[in-house]
Every structure is written in structure tokens, then in C-alpha cells.
């Protein structure tokens, strides 16, 4: 099951539970539409086609560790690539909405 995550990009369920204990951020990388009609309560919203500008002035620490998601995984990958070309090393896809609701629900 590892190496499947592994392969698809998403992090463990067991690291991503810990980075939340230690105060990572969680965000949702959908449109602002699917955010309106449902969303993590402690997600933040930065859809992918904004978030190289949006993320500069909601995080300043390069060395946050933030949790993406979106509705299947696709494009939180693609934010993950985006934040770390910017410097965000510690950027980690938490995959889908129901992934991501499973692991953040249950820390």
C-alpha cells in the first residue's frame, strides 16, 4: 500500500496525522465553488490556478508543512509541484476530498 501512495504521490496516512498534531496547515486546492458548497473546517482555500500568488501572503514560512488536497488528487499534485518550485519543501498531497476528510477528521 506504500509504494501505491508512494507511486501516486500522496503522503501516509500515519505521516500526515503526525504533521497535523504538529501544526500543519491544510489546504484545499479546489475552486472556490466546490470549497463554498463543502469543505474541511480547517482547510484553507487557494485553488490551484491562484495559489502560486496566494500563497506567499498566507504563508510565510517556507518550511510550513502543508497538507493539499482537491476532489481526487490530480490537482494537489500539481500544487505540490508548483509550491516546491517556489521553495515549499515541506508541500505534501493529502489526495482526494474523502481521503483527506478521513485523515484530518480522525487527528
Known amino acids: 500500500m506504500f ?3 508512494k507511486r501516486m504521490g500522496q503522503i501516509s496516512v ?3 496525522a ?3 498534531k504538529h501544526g500543519a496547515l491544510v ?9 463554498s ?10 485553488p490551484l490556478p491562484e495559489i502560486e500568488q496566494l500563497i506567499a501572503g498566507q504563508v510565510k ?7 493539499l488536497h482537491c ?21 505534501y498531497n493529502l489526495g482526494s476530498y474523502d481521503r483527506a476528510a478521513r485523515i484530518v477528521g480522525g487527528v
Do not use: C
Request: charged letters at 25%; aromatic letters at 4%.
Open 27 to 35: 489546504i484545499d486546492v479546489r475552486s472556490s465553488a466546490e470549497f
Open 14 to 16: 500515519a505521516a500526515a
Open 37 to 46: 458548497s463543502a469543505h474541511l473546517r480547517q482547510a484553507i482555500n487557494m
Open 61 to 67: 514560512d517556507k518550511n510550513q508543512v502543508l497538507l
Open 18 to 20: 503526525e504533521h497535523l
Open 3 to 5: 509504494r501505491l501512495l
Open 71 to 91: 476532489q481526487s488528487g490530480g490537482r494537489s499534485g500539481a500544487a505540490k509541484k508548483k509550491l516546491a518550485a517556489l521553495g515549499y519543501a515541506e508541500a
